[in-house]
């Protein structure tokens, strides 16, 4: 009997994860953010890349704050940097303070409730939200009575853009009212911008950004084009390739007909794996520089190319997936966030 445990199934699907990428993206978002210190979001297992590879190399870069969701977020990569480097996000329910405080990761109290939950278990350092106008999450200026913060030990005040990737009247509305709580408020570093709030100069820096889509390669607003670097570079596999003759319906629901006899490979990537349906007819795929299109319909685990310039193109070969963030967004009309985040554990994930 084989041992089963010892025996590594290859994975048809696989993400080739660019190291260097990663790292010259923290740089260059580390520079644009001036004096400022640079953070990173890890939330979603690193937006889909890997945490625990992305805290490590960018630890190793400098960045000393990351910013998780979960609790069990910060369970997971705890043993790799100092806890008290990781802020969790949504803050700490009365189900988290026994991990919460043996864990040392700090919660980002994010209402009057949590902040008084905090206070009563003696939590020490912790972070406050403030909502400054994104009206989702966080302490409204509203609710800022007197003695809120009382005894609080603040590390980093912060606030959240909801528009920073449109020149939008919001982005400066919401920039007053984060000074005007900070002046009131003492705490030790103040923390405004993500990705895109980067690019909105340097009145959105404070002392500490927090960048998460651009490290992984997305870019935010046009002006970082240049900046930024493609990260994630999906491949998949060929499991078959026909001849079909002209008229042949292809896939679901028969979405495509072949209006002449066409090569067409069948690959192992459907929207099980993250590459959503959203992509029929619409994503690309390439080999030895040629382009496939994405025929018929996406299904669970499969996908149809148009093959008929591919003539190279064999059972067992692997194409890349065109993932480029922007463009993948067009093509799909999902946004760069749930292009990188849906990208799940079926794949094999080599860095480069
Ligand atoms: C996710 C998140 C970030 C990172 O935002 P990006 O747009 O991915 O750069 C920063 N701050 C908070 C509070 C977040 O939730």
Known sequence: MTDLNSVTVPSPVRLRIDGGALVSNYQALAKASGAAATGAAVKANGYGVGAREVVSRLSKAGCRDFFVAHWSEAVGIADIIPAEQITVLNGVAAADLPLALSLGARPMLNSPEQIQRWRQVGGGRCHVMIDSGINRLGIGPEQIGDGLFNGLDIDILASHLASADEDALQNGEQLAIFHNVAANVRAGRLSF????????????????????????????????????????????????????????????????????????????????????????????????????????????????????????????????????LPEASRQSGLSQYELLTGLNSRFDRQWI
């Open 193 to 324: 911008a993500n990705s895109a709030g980067i690019m909105l100069g340097s009145d959105y820096h404070f002392d500490l950004t927090r960048p998460g889509l651009s490290l992984y390669g997305g870019i935010a607003r046009t002006e970082m084009a240049s900046l930024i670097k493609q990260v994630v570079f999906p491949e998949a596999q060929v499991l078959q390739i026909r001849n079909m003759p002209a008229g042949s319906p292809i896939g679901y629901n028969a979405t495509y007909r072949c209006v002449a006899d066409k090569r067409v490979a069948t690959v192992s990537l459907g929207y099980a794996d993250g590459y959503l349906r959203a992509f029929s007819g619409r994503g690309l795929a390439s080999f030895e520089g040629q382009s496939l299109l994405v025929i018929g319909r996406v299904s669970m685990d499969l996908i149809t190319l148009d093959a008929d310039n591919a003539t190279n193109l064999r059972e067992g070969d692997w194409v890349s997936i065109d993932y480029a």
